[in-house]
């Protein structure tokens, strides 16, 4: 998930993973975050159940303005956006992303996994 790669421990509850390799890595790590402007996810065999709306002007509203349906944002353009807000630490917090990603891929519509039965 990408609230344990986080580069900073930021509003969360414990310094996550991707805190603590950076600080052992330095430079030597690049830590990449997915998050979504819509649809639903599940989670190991529960129902699927769909994402809050990203609000207008979110990191993810604005990454999928131009109907991409996924768009990666480097460095430099998580810079460019500033403080906005975003899902990527599971619900929406306004931060600079830059500061934790050094790159976040954005999808456009998430489609929950589809669980089949063993047989």
Request: no cysteine; aromatic share 6%.
């Amino acid at each position: 998930a990408t609230v344990h790669a986080a580069r900073e421990q930021g509003g969360l509850s414990t310094r996550p993973l991707g805190a603590h390799l950076a600080e052992a890595m330095g430079d030597g790590l690049a830590v990449i975050g997915f998050t979504a402007a819509g649809g639903a996810s599940s989670m190991a065999g529960m129902p699927s159940q769909p994402f809050e709306a990203a609000p207008p002007g979110s990191l993810e509203a604005q990454a999928t303005a131009g109907g991409e349906p996924l768009v990666y944002l480097d460095a430099s353009a998580l810079r460019s956006l500033g403080e906005v807000p975003s899902r990527l630490l599971g619900r929406f917090t306004a931060s600079d992303w830059s500061a934790s990603f050094d790159g976040v891929v954005v999808v456009r519509e998430e489609t929950p996994p589809v669980f089949e039965a063993w047989q």
